[in-house]
């Protein structure tokens, strides 16, 4: 007993002390934080001239300085949008009003300047964003462009609605601070291109930034050493049937590795390729690598491959086509995709190939296919001289296909006329399940894209740096 209460008399002590040492350390604490210390104060740093982008092409207001600390150097993204609408007069006044709609409703925008190109052009920057969905701001300025040219047009019996709606067209270019100029228009410059190229697009926008930069700076030279050293992978993205979920083809997608921007698709890859004989060789191939895939994996009865505009015209390419199908026996596996726009401007060399594809029972997907078709008024008659078998809807048509009455009408007119003829019609680039459902709603047979799964991956065409 007498040696427990010695415990708890030590014990008691030691709580004791452990008390005093506390507060002694929380009295010095508090002596140290009643003295002021001075606090460095952070240099105010002028930032020089902001990038002048193009005074008088880009429309944007320069000459100014703006003064910020180190840590609020303005980092928010801006737009710079090329803007064409034959259908319209810009004259100053429409200017005038459509500054100042879009002041009013577009208050995320520090600053907003525009400048007319021509009586049918002009082009607007979109500076300091403070939003972080981009996207939403260029949709709502094309909205607000939308209203003021239908607007202008109001009053003028000429003008369908539908040709105004369709007639206008934006590029855009999202770029940060420090942006180079020149790329940035050369950017909204090939984005209103893109966005021209189709019926349905009603503008196109390309990021600024360093992968840009880099895929600019290709030479035919890196292409070269890609293909010789093969430093590509393909990728196998199924198609899938809307109504049982079998898959019933694969459509190989080329994707090259660069040493520093990591995969590049064919569409980043296909502009720096300048050479004939560069196209024949890539070409060349991806059909020796697709066969050695569908002899190795037996679930890939049927792959589609995209061959490129030029070898379409090269008889030369055909006849070494033929002769790896007679050695190889895969005739039957491998289907070529031909855009809409190049059968509908077909001649007498392309017509020759055609039919010697057909002699050797070679099948033919027609691909982006935006509804010209029907408009012409083509017979069923073509698709069986050239051996069409399937349609591919261009990715235009399909994209946000629940959002657009004009869209979903074309396509259930191509979806008819397909049925007809016993043709099935396959849907590209899914996204969505409100995109999956309306197009099985209209009668689409199959779709491939990333909302079903990720491509495929065959490593067998891979080859390490």
């Known amino acids: 007993m007498a040696r427990l209460l010695k415990f708890f008399a030590k014990l008691y002590k030691s709580l004791h002390f452990f008390r005093f040492f506390t507060e002694k350390i929380k009295s010095e604490k508090s002596e140290m934080t009643k003295r002021e210390i001075p606090m460095p104060q952070l240099p105010r740093v002028a930032i020089n001239d902001e990038p002048k982008l193009s005074a008088s092409l880009l429309g944007v207001e320069v000459n100014k300085k703006y003064l910020a600390t ?29 500054k100042s709609d879009l002041k009013t409703n577009l208050t995320e925008v520090k600053q907003i300047s525009i400048k007319i190109l021509n009586t049918d052009s002009l082009t607007i920057t979109l500076k300091q964003i403070k939003t972080v969905n981009v996207d939403l701001c260029i949709q709502k300025l094309h909205e607000l462009l939308l209203d003021k040219t239908t607007e202008i047009q109001m009053y003028n019996p000429d003008v369908i609605k539908n040709n105004v709606i369709n007639s206008l067209k934006m590029g855009v270019c999202n770029y940060g601070f420090g942006a180079d100029q020149m790329m940035v228009y050369q950017l909204a410059q090939s984005a ?13 926008c390309y990021s600024y930034n360093h992968t840009q930069t880099q895929l600019f700076a290709l030479t035919p030279n890196d292409i070269s050493d890609y293909i010789e050293k093969k430093r590509y992978i393909l990728l196998f993205q199924p198609v899938f049937s809307l109504f049982n979920g079998d898959i019933l083809q694969h459509e190989a997608l080329l994707r090259v590795r660069h040493k520093t921007l990591g995969l590049l ?21 991806i059909i020796e690598q697709v066969v050695k895939v569908i002899k190795t994996e037996s679930s890939m009865h049927q792959i589609s491959i995209n061959i490129h505009q030029v070898n379409w015209l090269k008889r030369s390419f055909f006849n070494w086509l033929i002769e790896l199908f007679e050695q190889t026996k895969m005739h039957k596996n491998i289907i070529l995709e031909i855009a809409e726009a190049d059968l509908l401007n077909i001649d007498n060399q392309l017509q020759q190939v055609l039919f010697l594809l057909k002699e050797y029972e070679v099948t033919l997907i027609l691909d982006k296919v935006e509804g010209a078709i029907i408009d012409l008024g083509l017979e069923h008659d073509l698709f069986i001289k ?29 979806t008819r006329f397909a049925k007809l003829y016993f043709l099935p019609v396959f849907a590209v680039g899914v996204e969505q399940k409100v995109e999956l459902d309306m197009l099985k709603k209209l009668g689409v047979t199959g779709a491939q894209g990333h909302y079903f799964a990720e491509p495929l991956q065959e490593l067998t065409a891979f080859s390490k740096v």
């Not at 609408?85 to 006044?93: K, T, V």
């Not at 209103?192 to 196109?204: C, D, G, H, I």
């Not at 698709?265 to 191939?285: F, R, T, V, W």
């Open 386 to 414: 050239y051996n069409i078998k399937s349609l591919k809807l261009d990715y235009n048509l399909v994209h946000n296909i629940n959002r657009n009455i004009e869209k979903q009408q074309k396509i259930k007119q191509i």
């Open 192 to 204: 209103l291109m893109v966005s021209k190229s189709s019926e349905w697009l009603s503008y196109y």
């Open 70 to 98: 180190k840590t609020s150097v303005t980092t928010g993204k801006s737009l710079f949008v090329i803007v064409q609408s034959p259908q319209s007069n810009i004259d100053d006044e429409f200017l005038i009003k459509l």
């Open 265 to 285: 698709n064919a569409a980043q890859l296909l502009p720096a390729i300048k050479s004939e004989q560069q196209m024949l060789q890539l070409d060349q191939e």
